[in-house]
């Protein structure tokens, strides 16, 4: 992979703080969420945001930049 610019760099922590939030409120809201199906719905939603952050932190540790 190629050397991010800073731009990218900046980019890549704005995305990584918008999916730690993300998986914030998905974590909060399963514990308030009554039916089951949503609960689901929100447990998958933070499977996939832990992988996602997880892949950018790789990332931005892969380009020399601490978390």
Known sequence: ???LGLHE???MHEILNFKSLCLSKA???NGL???QEL???LLQD???GREQIQRLQEILV???VKK
Do not use: F, R
């Open 1 to 3: 992979m190629e050397k």
């Open 9 to 11: 760099t900046l980019e």
């Open 27 to 29: 974590s909060i809201m």
């Open 33 to 35: 969420v009554q039916d």
């Open 39 to 41: 609960k689901n719905i």
């Open 46 to 48: 933070m499977s996939s």
């Open 62 to 64: 892969n380009q020399g």
